[in-house]
């Protein structure tokens, strides 16, 4: 041993006249030892001992209970008064007895005493002077036994009300962690569980508070409570690092930088230290009452509880978008080794075809091998870019350009796109004369129309008319909405599939022969969620199949003519209703007539 560190631990001067102190007989009996004595003083707002528990009605009993004792003690004499010659010295005592029983029921230890000498001084007094006897020996121990028996039964009242007091404030302490309990188990998001336990913590407590949470490298920072507490370097903010470094309390009422402004208690949970709490009590001395220090625990337990489960439910969303991410990376391998096998094996023959027996070729027998090939890519670039769009929408991606934009334009610039892919067939398409503006993003509602339409090309008959209508539907209150709908004479769609053909890589029974991988209908509704509308598919009278989704508008809408809007679809004749039939030609170069 090398060295010795002694605290001087606080008391009265008058101890050391009987016994040395400690860290005086240490550096007395040291010899070659150092000895090092530091400070034990806590200070003055640190209480040395446990403060004694006290009666809530403590203060209202002082001054009914002192004027009681009076008022018994002047009843009693006055009524002995006129009948003490005719009374039994023994009934005197009894008489007193009754009256100092009924005084220590109700008032503590101190003011029983009181009014048990008052009353052997009253009794005395009567018996000395009305009594043939006078005072005798054996009053004396009558009115010794009397003070026991007040004594005795003043502190049992006492310890009833301790009782009664502890029993309420157990309650209390078990509704209000009930109630933290039932708050966080209802709240989920990191910043709203934070904000209820600062909220319930101060209603609990009574002080202010405040939650630090650790940064990726560990290092706890505040997220929730008074933001000038805990300063990056304070005192407190090093306590807070040592609890959660360490898993035990720290600062204030611990043997830890007891000199710190509050109690930092480590939130635990199963997988270890997710955070600190820090109470910044107003009385210090409430922090050393053992009862406060298990409330205290056991609200920290639950608040580290609320946190760890919302980790654990991002962690369980994490892992699911993993899993729903790998879940399309095989889509896409899948895809690309089955679905994409048939379109390269056409245009690396039409390719080679061209290459080996480019001097054996018409201009017709060219130009039908390059339109092959450019079809088949287009039916390409629309697959991977499918499988690339709900990539960015499951990871979250998805972000709108909503601006005001005239519905006839994004139809027009629709059909111009899907010229080609409808040849050969007769394409209705029906748009009122007047339209309100619709806050949208046009490209991506522009691919919600190309893959509806595309999916009837699919799906229908070859050369059967498609149509595709835009119309406002009011409501009773707010501004309505726009539908949009595309519909064909394809086999329309089942009662059990009209929900599934928009989920995830769903393929209908008879989709079987058709190329993809049932995403199309899934991005289409992942596109009017986000704009707030809804998709949905129903058959159409006649046969075949309507698929519509709806658009808000927005409170107050502007109606733009559609003659001030440029024409971009091509709509040869526009008829009086403003419903136009456009003719597609097929590739033989004949023309479909309406």
Known sequence: VGRIVVGKAPGPRWRELFARPLAERLVRR???????????????????????????????????VSSAVLIAVAAATSWLYPVITRVDRINVGLIYLVAVVLVAARSRRELTVFFAILAMLGAHALIRDLMPQGFQVQDTLAFGAILVVG?????????????????????????????????????????????????????MFGCPVTVLLPDPLGRVRLRAGDPTRCA??????????????????????????????????????????????????????????????????????QTALAIECDNLALRSQAAQLEVDAERLRNALLSSVSHDLRTPLAAI?????????????????????????????AENMARLVGNLLDMTRIEAGKLRLRSEPHPLADVVGSTMTMMERRLQGRTVEVVVPAVLPLVPLDGQLI????????????????????????AEVLPAP????????????????????????????????????????????????????VAHGGRIWAENREGGGANF????????????????????????????????????????DGTVATT
């Open 30 to 64: 040291s010899g070659d030892i150092d000895v090092y004595v530091i400070n034990g003083d806590q200070g003055d707002d640190l209480p040395t001992r446990r403060p004694r528990p006290q009666h809530p009605t403590r203060a209202l009993l002082d001054w009914g």
């Open 151 to 203: 004594l005795t039964v003043s502190a049992l009242a006492v310890r009833v009300h301790h009782q009664l007091d502890s029993a309420y404030q157990r309650e209390a302490r078990t509704a209000a962690l009930h109630a933290v309990s039932r708050d966080l188990a209802t709240i989920r998001g990191i910043d709203a569980i934070l904000a209820a336990v600062v909220r319930h913590s101060q209603a």
């Open 232 to 301: 990056a370097g304070s005192p407190d903010a090093i306590a807070a690092q040592w609890a959660f470094a360490n898993g035990r309390p720290a600062g204030l009422g611990t043997d830890t930088l007891r000199r710190c402004e509050a109690l930092h208690v480590p939130l635990m949970a199963s997988q270890g230290t997710v955070g600190v709490l820090s109470l910044f009590f107003i009385t210090p001395r409430r922090v050393y009452s053992p009862e406060r220090r298990n409330q205290v625990e056991a609200f920290a337990h």
């Open 348 to 376: 690396t023959g039409a390719a080679s075809t061209l290459v080996e027996h480019d001097a054996l070729l018409d201009p017709q027998s060219r130009h039908d091998l390059a339109l092959t090939i450019s079809e088949v």
């Open 446 to 469: 522009q691919e919600v129309l190309v893959n509806l339409i595309d999916n009837a090309i699919k799906y229908a008959p070859a050369g059967s008319p498609l149509r595709v209508e």
């Open 477 to 528: 209150e707010g501004p309505g909405e726009v539908r949009l709908s595309v519909s064909d004479r394809g086999p329309g769609v089942t009662a059990d599939e009209r929900e599934r053909i928009f989920e995830k890589f769903y393929r209908g029974a008879a989709q079987g022969h058709q190329a993809g991988v049932g995403l199309g209908l899934a991005i289409c509704r992942a596109i009017v």
């Open 548 to 587: 519509r989704f709806t658009l808000p508008l927005p409170i107050e809408p502007a109606a733009t003519p559609a003659e001030a809007m440029p024409a971009l679809a091509p709509i040869p004749e526009p008829l009086p209703s403003s419903v136009a039939s456009v003719a597609v030609p097929p590739a």
